[in-house]
């Protein structure tokens, strides 16, 4: 499976109403169950092998998510390092459409993150922001396998999910 092109993608409505009734039921609940509900929907939802998240508001503390301990070993380290996509994603507001970590701009701009990623088995990484109306307050990776991000459909359904959460977490957050 690796290296291949995603399959048609199609998802149906009741499974999606769940996720999205999932996470927005986890934010109530305070930002840690809300990243975890996201980034199982995503799992579950979007066909990718990992995912993580990241809550870090400008006051308060950063809280994470993932979906598996390759996921969550690979936030944690690149939270150290201030570097990878989710970083850069949470500085510009912006999506990351997928890199594949053999390009050049992967190895050039998250050195560290690219080499451990690739240590890992990853191949492509995505990263959609917890976007508020005014700014990011955290990030969404998907990570595969794969060398080709996931579909135009899934990337959107990713940055739903995503914003979902942090529209759910706002309230409760103190920014």
């Known amino acids: 499976m690796r290296g291949g092109p995603y399959e048609a993608y199609q998802v149906d409505s009741e499974r999606l109403a769940t996720a999205f009734v ?7 609940r305070g930002g840690t169950q ?31 998510a993932a979906s598996d301990n390759r996921g969550l070993r690979l936030e944690r380290a690149s939270l150290s390092w201030g570097e990878g996509p989710g970083a850069d994603c949470r ?28 240590s890992l088995g990853f191949a492509c990484v995505v990263a959609v922001p917890l976007r508020t109306t005014d700014h990011a307050v955290g990030s969404l990776s998907l990570l595969s396998e794969r060398a080709g991000p996931p579909g135009a459909l899934q990337l959107r359904l990713g940055q739903h999910l995503a914003d979902a959460t942090a529209l759910g977490i706002l309230p409760r957050a103190r920014f």
């Open 22 to 28: 999932e996470v927005a039921d986890a934010a109530a």
């Open 34 to 64: 809300a990243l975890a509900a996201l980034v199982e929907s995503c799992i579950s939802l979007l066909g990718v092998p990992s995912a993580s998240a990241v809550l870090k508001p400008p006051t308060g503390r950063v809280e994470m």
């Open 91 to 118: 500085a510009s507001a912006q999506p990351i459409r997928g890199v594949p970590l053999a390009h050049p701009y992967a190895r050039a701009n998250w050195p560290s993150y690219t080499a451990m990623a690739r």
